[in-house]
């Protein structure tokens, strides 16, 4: 078992892009994983911030939030844990800085779109203390977690 006390959270930067775009694979299956040029442009072009928890070793996962202008809400654009180190907090401290980095920027709001299906996303968020704001039939253009279907999650930010 790796010891995730030496994990710290940075933001991610053009050299993380491979190890990221891998993430991104072992968590999503083709059709509905970003590929590694999408990634990049969200990471690196898009109004966007991208954090990823690491240690000497490896990358554990990353998380990307996209700003718009004008708006006092940041979207949540998409959140990767590697295999290995799910269920071990991960995604809870990733939220937290990407929370945090929402508040610095002025947003009063966390959002999210997430499959129906993935029960175990949604318990996370849920454990994060976002709440479902409405239910979308047919969100996604594929299948994720055996649905087409989402829901938006929201989270205040104080």
Request: aromatic content about 10%; proline content about 3%; glycine content about 8%.
């Given at each position: 078992m790796t010891n995730l006390v030496s994990a710290i959270i940075r933001k991610a930067t053009a050299d993380d892009i491979d190890a990221i775009a891998e993430i991104e694979r072992e968590c999503f299956p083709d059709p509905t994983a970003?590929?590694?040029?999408?990634?990049?442009y969200l990471i690196l072009r898009a109004n966007s911030a991208c954090f990823v928890e690491t240690d000497s070793k490896a990358l554990r996962g990353f998380i990307i939030v996209l700003y718009r202008k004008g708006t006092i809400?940041?979207?949540?654009?998409?959140?990767?844990?590697?295999?290995?180190?799910?269920?071990r907090g991960v995604g809870l401290?990733?939220?937290?800085?990407?929370?945090?980095?929402?508040?610095?920027?002025g947003m009063k709001f966390s959002?999210?779109?997430?499959?129906?299906?993935?029960?175990?996303?949604i318990?996370?968020?849920?454990?994060?203390?976002?709440?479902?704001?409405?239910?979308?039939?047919?969100?996604?253009?594929?299948?994720?977690?055996?649905?087409?279907?989402?829901v938006r999650m929201v989270k205040t930010l104080s």
């Open positions: 970003y590929s590694k040029p999408q990634l990049a809400v940041g979207g949540i654009e998409t959140i990767d844990v590697a295999p290995a180190f799910q269920r401290r990733l939220l937290a800085a990407a929370e945090e980095d929402m508040k610095t920027r959002q999210l779109e997430v499959s129906e299906g993935n029960k175990a996303a318990e996370l968020y849920k454990k994060a203390g976002y709440m479902v704001n409405e239910r979308l039939v047919g969100y996604y253009r594929f299948e994720h977690c055996g649905t087409r279907d989402a």
